[in-house]
T-cell receptor, first 109, second 117 residues
């Protein structure tokens, strides 16, 4: 069974900093990996989807990388803003999605 | 237009009651899911339906019964509610089932916060 770990569990940075969120998973037999954002009391918003054949995917200030063989993915956020404050979840997708417990990000103005 | 909608958004009820949560998607997707997010923010899949047929049924109590009247709807009925059922329940949809693999993104509803007193 897939186990997903996200480090750090919580992160607080001043506005403007670049930051990296880490995700590791135990079963590398995945089709793709998705990064989500969850705002307090809200649903999940999909940020990026990386196919298993891809190494990285970019959307605006976000860049996600995937190293399937080592079971790792990172989400890089450039020039962080207070509006980026949320919980970020990674979900490797094998026969179903498994979610990590997330990284709670606070960007301080 | 809301892609995946859930009702109600909040549900507060007494132990032992029976309640339902409704989910609808207007994306034309074939596959729908129910997830439970506990107090530690851990999201876990409960059920998945593809074209009204059950394809994933994780180990959940049989007090939980999903019902899919058509492929745009997947409702969750819970009998004899217990304190431990308190959580946020998310509905999601994707064009094809996870078993098909490939490129599909899951789209999530806003969640239903269930509190059992």
């Amino acid at each position: 069974k897939q186990e997903v770990t996200q480090i750090p569990a919580a992160l607080s940075v001043p506005e403007g900093e670049n930051l990296v969120l880490n995700c590791s998973f135990t079963d590398s037999a995945i089709y793709n990996l998705q990064w989500f954002r969850q705002d307090p009391g809200k649903g999940l918003t999909s940020l990026l989807l990386i196919q298993s054949s891809q190494r990285e995917q970019t959307s605006g200030r976000l860049n996600a990388s995937l190293d399937k063989s080592s079971g790792r993915s990172t989400l890089y956020i450039a020039a962080s803003q207070p509006g980026d404050s949320a919980t970020y979840l990674c979900a490797p997708h094998g026969n179903q999605f498994y979610f990590g417990t997330g990284t709670s990000l606070t960007v301080i103005p | 237009d809301t892609a995946v909608s859930q009702t109600p958004k909040y549900l507060v009820t007494q132990m032992g009651n029976d309640k339902s949560i409704k989910c609808e998607q207007n994306l034309g997707h074939d596959t729908m899911y129910w997830y439970k997010q506990d107090s530690k923010k851990f999201l876990k899949i409960m059920f998945s339906y593809n074209n009204k047929e059950l394809i994933i049924n994780e180990t959940v109590p049989n007090r939980f019964s999903p019902k899919s009247p058509d492929k745009a709807h997947l409702n969750l009925h819970i009998n004899s509610l217990e304190l431990g059922d308190s959580a946020v329940y998310f509905c999601a949809s994707s064009p094809r089932p996870g078993l098909a693999g490939g490129t599909d993104t899951q789209y999530f509803g806003p969640g239903t916060r269930l509190t059992v007193l």
